[in-house]
């Protein structure tokens, strides 16, 4: 079996705590603090792709089935509304675990949970990477966008949160509720098409064979149309911004989120890097897009990854990562470019590769204002996904703006716009843009 698809790839824990037990795994412990969330209709499994690299990366991976999910029981309450979920994570990761302060990460119902947790208690969630879930609606602020899905895609909305009863008492067999639940990996188009194979979805759908807990997974849904469903109102219910500091990624193949998700995001989350459209991603991201998610924590983290691994470890500094001096400005601008030319000599020479357009550029403005139009360009050209796909990114234009010798040719948006570039494409920088 797959590693990526085998239930048993991590070992799953339990604390029982606020009246239920609730599984999670638990990978790198004494990393730095990471909280998974995972959405509907998801459980834990749907980080499989995630949980071994960043532990690998210096994280403490933290990825809980939520209440009524997967292995962990049904609420005893009956709530399994975003702040029920909220509270128990808070228990888990502070109260058990002991952890003051982590980052936080998520998308769909996992989205709103992480949003009450970083409002509901100040300065716990220190940073989040979010991705196509909902956020809160400011009519004013959000005026002429496209804030609603496609009427099309909201009909599972509506039954599950105002006819649960009667839908989970016609998915009366595990084969029926499975197959209810497979739809939303294929058929609904949640996923970009062709993401889940028939092993993937047979992964996800088998924790959904339990009637009891598909029927209290429904109970999100149930919270938007009925006040009875809410444990206690939610923080975004009245705070409508978000200071905590926020990657914002968007799978714009996603047919059930609103089309713009991302300039939504932007308006609630102030703090923000991004948006970052993904290409041929949908709406399980750290599925499909699971290497740029991974890289954009990284990256997002690296001063925190650092200090951690410098408080137990003791600082690290090999020759690799010794960070050069700049230049004087007439130096940069030789060895500038000099190296642009030997990078498009390598390309030809070792991967066949011959950047027409760029050079063209070149030749036309020159090595550093050619850059500069290259790296401050929003839009991710076709010869930079080239160089990704050739495993030679450190041959572009937004690696070399970065090198700290050529600190002195480049403003800081800049490098900024180089920065941001990269991790888009799922690329973790060397060099910082600062």
């Known amino acids: 079996m797959e590693p990526e698809i085998d239930p048993a790839r991590f070992a799953t824990r339990f604390a ?22 995972h959405g509907w209709p998801e459980t834990k499994r749907i980080w499989w792709r995630n949980i071994a690299p960043l532990a690998e990366a210096g994280f403490e991976v933290i990825a809980p089935d939520l209440r009524g999910f997967g292995e962990s029981d049904v609420g005893p309450d009956g709530f399994h509304d975003v702040v029920a979920h909220s509270r128990d994570l808070f228990a888990l990761v502070h109260d058990h675990l002991g952890h003051e302060r982590i980052v936080a990460c998520g998308g769909d119902l996992g989205g709103p949970v992480i949003q009450d947790l970083s409002l509901r208690f100040p300065g716990f969630v220190e940073r989040m990477v979010l991705f196509n879930a909902p956020v809160p609606f400011d009519r004013e602020r959000m005026a002429g966008m496209r804030t609603r899905a496609p009427r099309e895609a909201s009909d599972y909305f509506q039954r599950q949160g105002t006819d649960a009863d009667a839908l989970a008492a016609e998915l009366g067999t595990p084969e029926q509720r499975r197959r209810y639940i497979a739809t939303f990996y294929s058929s609904r188009f949640w996923a970009h098409p062709g993401t889940f194979s028939p092993e993937a979805v047979a992964f996800m759908t088998e924790p959904f064979a339990d009637g009891a807990k598909l029927r209290a997974s429904f109970g999100a849904y149930e919270s938007a149309f009925n006040e009875a469903a809410r444990s206690e109102p939610p923080m975004v219910a009245t705070q409508k911004t978000n200071p905590t500091p926020t990657v914002i990624l968007f799978g714009p193949s996603d047919h059930v989120i609103y089309p713009d998700f991302d300039r939504m995001a932007a308006v609630v989350f102030p703090n923000h890097v991004g948006p970052f459209l993904l290409r041929d991603c949908g709406h399980f991201v750290q599925w499909e897009a699971a290497g740029t998610l991974n890289n954009t924590l990284i990256a997002f983290c690296r001063d925190l990854l650092v200090a951690n691994r410098s408080a137990t470890q003791g600082p690290a500094t090999p020759p690799d990562d010794a960070i050069p001096e700049p230049l004087d400005e007439a130096a940069a601008h030789r060895v500038f470019a000099e190296e642009i030319a030997h990078g498009i000599r390598r390309l030809a020479r070792d991967f066949n590769y011959h950047p027409t357009r760029f050079v063209q550029v070149v030749n036309d403005l020159g090595a550093v204002p050619a850059a500069r139009r290259f790296a401050l360009d929003p839009s991710v050209q076709e010869g930079l996904w080239k160089l990704v796909e050739l495993g030679a990114i450190e041959e572009s234009i937004e690696h070399m703006v970065l090198d700290p010798r050529f600190r002195l040719l480049f403003e800081v948006e800049v490098r900024r716009a180089a920065f941001s570039k990269l991790l888009s494409l799922g690329v973790t920088p060397r060099w910082p843009a600062e």
């Open 16 to 37: 029982t705590l606020r009246g239920f037990r609730q599984a999670f795994v638990h990978e790198g412990q004494g990393g730095v603090p990471l909280l998974l969330v």
